[in-house]
């Protein structure tokens, strides 16, 4: 894939993507192959992406991040200075959407444990 490719994937269909190239390689992809992937069973640890891997679960951005972790030997300025573009995770690799960046509010202040108000 290509990294201009890469840069318009959501986050779903970048860990679809992701999925495809482990289990198919760049070859002829079969979702079959994706489907009956048994990631969750790996001998290390199982795969954080798994249960995204069909690209239609609501995505993790946090299973990306701890796949790029898993990819850089769990080091985090390892993960920063990948220069992989091409990596359908490249975009999300800091497990946090870019296009978002700057779009949300505020929000909802923090409600710190046991502060809660009756009836919440
Ligand atoms: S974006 Fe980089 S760190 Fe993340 S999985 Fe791809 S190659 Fe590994």
Do not use: W
Not at 8 to 19: A, D, I, N, R, W
Not at 83 to 109: A, Q
């Amino acid at each position: 894939m290509k990294a201009a490719e890469v840069s318009k994937l959501t986050p779903m269909g970048s860990v679809h993507e992701y999925c495809k190239e482990c289990v198919c390689g760049t070859g002829l992809f079969n979702p079959k192959e994706v489907l009956n992937c048994t990631g969750d069973k790996a001998f290390i640890r199982p795969c954080p992406l798994f249960k995204y891997r069909m690209g239609d679960n609501k995505s993790s951005l946090k299973a990306m991040r701890q796949t790029c972790l898993m990819c850089m030997g769990e080091s985090a300025p390892l993960v920063a200075e990948c220069d992989t573009e091409n990596c359908p995770l490249h975009p999300y690799r800091f497990g946090k959407n870019p296009s978002l960046v700057g779009k949300r509010g505020p929000g909802v202040p923090f409600k710190a444990k046991g502060n809660e108000v009756d009836g919440e």
